[in-house]
Structure formats: structure tokens, C-alpha cells
């Protein structure tokens, strides 16, 4: 108990993570999202056939330090662990796969691996992120993201949430390396979606729903 | 005459209580997302023995409403609410 004290304490006081919500959704359920900044854009789609494990189908576009790179692959998203709490839900999530990386219209296979932690109440989230991809040829990618979040208000089940947040992104091998990005989330049923601008003036649009 | 009149009101009376449909109340650990529990919903939708479903991320709380004559068994509803990512609590329903 005190161990899981401590793992809830450490995922809401450090929590980063993208804006990847759901690697795995509820049994049966089909997951479509998509993150689209200037310099990388990410795009799921999963279906979970399990309560904890999914396939997921996706394309990233990255924008390397010397040109584009894309990727398209499979992966496999596992709920590793999960606490239902009274007033809070927190989870961890590894995934990986591989595919076929782009660059300089050359192809190549590639390798990605990573993992998710969230914790959450209706009030505050909090979560992170990091995952690397390997290609056989070309740069890799590693990427490591952060997010704090707070709600204006307790949303109820039928009506619209929204949250203000604060994600970090670092990959040391894009153009951009590292993105402070305010923003705001809305939700409303198995629709979501958000929009913000990073420091830099960089703009984000992320949009997510499942059936 | 009276006897019968007697069976016809008692029937008028015993039946549609014995059909009336009985709501289920369904506490559930973890529930603090509406985005999240879009499959509590979706699931128990999807029943032919369930006319309406109401869920509260505040009280925490499934309320199922039964069709008349019908019933879900506790152990479907414990099976919907885990395949959907969550615990239950306890299951109650009205007497």
C-alpha cells in the first residue's frame, strides 16, 4: 500500500505526457486520434480487444533536424497497471511495435517502444510519456513529454469538461527540441479535442474520439 | 361474486407490481472521467433488458432501469463495469 502511495504521489507531483490519452480504451472499442504540431504530427487508430491491451495502427511525420521523417506502423499498447481509486484513476501503459521509416524518400525498417503514466480526478491530471523509435537507417527519435492539468470545474458525466494544461515536449533529434505549450481541453461524450500555442508561437491541434 | 371481485382486484394490483421494472443502483471505483466512461454506457446500452442508464462521475453511481419483467444479473453487471476499466463497489437494488 505504501508503494502504491508513493507510485500515485510520484505520477501526480512529476506527471508529464502527451496528449496521448488512451492506448488502450474499454473492451471492444475502436480509438481515433490525431496531434499535429509544426514540427510532428501522430496519428492512432486502435482498437481494444482486451480491457487491457489494444492494436494500434500508426503514421508520425517528424520534422529531423536535416528533413522530414515519417513512420507507419503496428504496435502493440498494453495496460500495464491500473488504481481505481475512490476519486481518482491512474494507469500505466507500455506499448511497441515496428515498421517502416521514411527519410529522403528512402525506406527503412523501424523499431518503436515506449510507455504512459497518467493519474487523474476530476480536478487535476497529470501525466508523461517517453518513447524512442529506431530505424535501420536515418536518425532515431526520442521523445519525452510531460503534462499538468487542472479543471475550472468538476464536470458532471453529461456535460462539457474542460481543462486548462501545460505540456513539455523534449526530442532531442527534431528541429524543435524542446516545446512549453499551453493549452486548453475540451470534451463532451467520446469527443475531445484540444488547441493551444507553445511559447514559441508554435500552434497544436489534437483531436480524439471512440466508438 | 365478492370472492371473485376480490381475486380481480388483488390481480389488478399483484401483476403490474410484479412486472414493474426495478432499478439497479451500481457504485463504481475510479469513475472520474465522462471521456473515459463512455463504455459503462455504451455496454450497458447495448442490452436488450435495459431501458435507460444514468451515470454520475459526482456520486460515483450507475443507475440501470430495467424493462418491465426484465433483470440483469449481478454478475453481468460486475463483467460490463471491469471490461470497461473499472471496479464495482457494490451492487444494489430496489426492493
Given at each position: 500500500?505504501?508503494?502504491?502511495?508513493?507510485?500515485?504521489?510520484?505520477?501526480?507531483?512529476?506527471?508529464?505526457?502527451?496528449?496521448?490519452?488512451?492506448?488502450?480504451?474499454?473492451?471492444?472499442?475502436?480509438?481515433?486520434?490525431?496531434?499535429?504540431?509544426?514540427?510532428?504530427?501522430?496519428?492512432?487508430?486502435?482498437?481494444?480487444?482486451?480491457?487491457?491491451?489494444?492494436?494500434?495502427?500508426?503514421?508520425?511525420?517528424?520534422?529531423?533536424?536535416?528533413?522530414?521523417?515519417?513512420?507507419?506502423?503496428?504496435?502493440?499498447?498494453?495496460?500495464?497497471?491500473?488504481?481505481?481509486?475512490?476519486?481518482?484513476?491512474?494507469?500505466?501503459?507500455?506499448?511497441?511495435?515496428?515498421?517502416?521509416?521514411?527519410?529522403?524518400?528512402?525506406?527503412?525498417?523501424?523499431?518503436?517502444?515506449?510507455?504512459?503514466?497518467?493519474?487523474?480526478?476530476?480536478?487535476?491530471?497529470?501525466?508523461?510519456?517517453?518513447?524512442?523509435?529506431?530505424?535501420?537507417?536515418?536518425?532515431?527519435?526520442?521523445?519525452?513529454?510531460?503534462?499538468?492539468?487542472?479543471?475550472?470545474?468538476?464536470?458532471?458525466?453529461?456535460?462539457?469538461?474542460?481543462?486548462?494544461?501545460?505540456?513539455?515536449?523534449?526530442?532531442?533529434?527534431?528541429?524543435?527540441?524542446?516545446?512549453?505549450?499551453?493549452?486548453?481541453?475540451?470534451?463532451?461524450?467520446?469527443?475531445?479535442?484540444?488547441?493551444?500555442?507553445?511559447?514559441?508561437?508554435?500552434?497544436?491541434?489534437?483531436?480524439?474520439?471512440h466508438f | 361474486m365478492?370472492l371473485k371481485e376480490?381475486?380481480?382486484?388483488?390481480?389488478?394490483?399483484?401483476?403490474?407490481?410484479?412486472?414493474?421494472?426495478?432499478?439497479?443502483?451500481?457504485?463504481?471505483?475510479?469513475?472520474?472521467?465522462?471521456?473515459?466512461?463512455?463504455?459503462?454506457?455504451?455496454?450497458?446500452?447495448?442490452?436488450?433488458?435495459?431501458?435507460?442508464?444514468?451515470?454520475?462521475?459526482?456520486?460515483?453511481?450507475?443507475?440501470?432501469?430495467?424493462?418491465?419483467?426484465?433483470?440483469?444479473?449481478?454478475?453481468?453487471?460486475?463483467?460490463?463495469?471491469?471490461?470497461?476499466?473499472?471496479?464495482?463497489v457494490k451492487v444494489?437494488?430496489?426492493?
Amino acid at each position: 500500500m505504501g508503494f502504491r502511495r508513493w507510485i500515485l504521489v510520484l505520477l501526480t507531483g512529476f506527471a508529464a505526457h502527451s496528449a496521448q490519452a488512451h492506448p488502450v480504451t474499454y473492451q471492444g472499442a475502436t480509438g481515433v486520434m490525431t496531434w499535429n504540431q509544426p514540427f510532428m504530427s501522430d496519428h492512432w487508430i486502435t482498437y481494444s480487444f482486451r480491457r487491457d491491451m489494444a492494436i494500434a495502427g500508426r503514421f508520425m511525420r517528424m520534422e529531423m533536424q536535416d528533413g522530414q521523417q515519417n513512420y507507419s506502423g503496428l504496435q502493440l499498447n498494453y495496460l500495464l497497471k491500473r488504481w481505481n481509486g475512490d476519486d481518482y484513476q491512474a494507469n500505466i501503459y507500455v506499448y511497441g511495435g515496428g515498421g517502416v521509416a521514411t527519410f529522403d524518400e528512402q525506406n527503412s525498417g523501424a523499431y518503436f517502444g515506449g510507455f504512459e503514466a497518467d493519474a487523474e480526478d476530476r480536478k487535476f491530471f497529470s501525466l508523461i510519456k517517453a518513447e524512442y523509435m529506431k530505424p535501420t537507417a536515418g536518425d532515431d527519435f526520442g521523445h519525452v513529454e510531460g503534462r499538468l492539468g487542472v479543471a475550472p470545474y468538476e464536470a458532471e458525466y453529461n456535460e462539457i469538461a474542460s481543462w486548462f494544461m501545460v505540456q513539455a515536449q523534449w526530442h532531442p533529434t527534431l528541429e524543435k527540441k524542446f516545446v512549453v505549450t499551453p493549452l486548453a481541453r475540451l470534451f463532451y461524450k467520446s469527443f475531445l479535442f484540444e488547441t493551444g500555442v507553445s511559447l514559441e508561437g508554435d500552434w497544436m491541434m489534437n483531436f480524439m474520439f471512440h466508438f | 361474486m365478492k370472492l371473485k371481485e376480490l381475486v380481480f382486484v388483488s390481480l389488478l394490483i399483484v401483476v403490474p407490481t410484479m412486472a414493474q421494472a426495478k432499478p439497479i443502483t451500481v457504485q463504481v471505483k475510479g469513475m472520474v472521467c465522462a471521456f473515459c466512461a463512455q463504455g459503462i454506457e455504451k455496454k450497458f446500452k447495448a442490452l436488450s433488458e435495459i431501458a435507460s442508464v444514468n451515470v454520475s462521475l459526482e456520486t460515483k453511481l450507475v443507475k440501470l432501469d430495467t424493462k418491465e419483467g426484465k433483470d440483469v444479473p449481478d454478475d453481468q453487471i460486475k463483467k460490463i463495469i471491469t471490461e470497461a476499466g473499472y471496479e464495482v463497489v457494490k451492487v444494489e437494488r430496489a426492493q
